[in-house]
């Protein structure tokens, strides 16, 4: 991780009718760094993430993503991110390697780049025996780890993961997290939620929101010391019943 703010967010409000959503969020993400962006149900981190992702605009404010616009240059952010949802990532029939040359080609990649790099992620995964076998086929943890890999296939500057261990076991949940620190030592920016508060004490730092508003922003360490916290889970309930 370096100094290099990649996701620049300054006095965002994103305001529907009299409801405001997001309360003038500031922040930076920078090149290369695994950034929690956590808040209960309701509290605003889908619409500000909808934003940052070029799907939706803002009401007011100054965003930059990837060095791109988040008012005029919505399409170049999104030829310029990854994204992971838990809910819908691959297409379940399709084969392993239709779904990699498909997403290859909506990215935007040359035949030549999705076939080179379509082998090496299939040897990466140990996935050349069974590349054509369909998605839905496939154990939930599988087409997670794979679907994470779909997202950085472009080669993106930043992915967003959108609750995307959602549903899977311990053990997969540490294996998708090692591929996080994989992409990030590679110098992707990571902007992952997630329910799970243990995953929050792997980022490098977590931002959290409450009412619209983002309630604290730190290190793991420094949220847990600032509210006298054993875990980010106390943290997090402190900040929520607040």
């Known amino acids: 991780m370096n100094n290099k703010a990649v996701i620049t967010v300054k006095n965002l409000y994103k305001r529907f009718g009299n409801f405001v959503a997001n309360d003038n969020l500031n922040f930076e993400v920078y090149e290369g760094e695994i950034f929690g962006f956590l808040g ?9 993430m909808k934003i940052l992702c070029g799907l939706s605009k803002p009401s007011s404010g100054e965003i930059s993503v ?40 909506i990215y935007g990649m040359s035949i030549d780049d999705i076939k080179i790099r379509t082998e090496q992620l299939l040897q990466k995964l140990e996935l050349t025996e069974i590349k054509d076998n369909l998605i839905k086929d496939l154990p939930i943890g599988w087409r997670q780890k794979l679907a994470f890999s779909v997202a950085i296939f472009h080669q993106p500057k930043i992915v967003f993961l959108d609750e995307p261990t959602g549903g899977v076991d311990p053990i997969t949940r540490r294996q ?9 030592q590679d110098g992707i920016t990571i902007f992952v939620t997630t329910h799970y508060m243990d995953e929050a004490e792997y980022c490098n730092r977590v931002s959290i929101m409450v009412d619209g508003k983002i309630a604290a922003l730190d290190t793991p360490e420094g949220l847990m010391k600032t509210y006298d916290a054993m875990n980010m889970e106390e943290v997090f309930l402190k900040l929520a019943r607040a």
């Open 176 to 184: 998708f997290w090692n591929l996080i620190y994989e992409a990030a």
């Open 66 to 105: 990837a060095g791109f616009d988040a008012y005029k240059d919505t399409e170049k952010i999104k030829k310029s991110i990854g994204y992971m949802s838990q809910k819908f990532s691959l297409y379940e029939d399709l084969t392993i390697v239709e779904n990699i040359m498909f997403y290859g080609g």
């Open 40 to 48: 209960a149900n309701g509290a605003g981190k889908t619409t500000a």
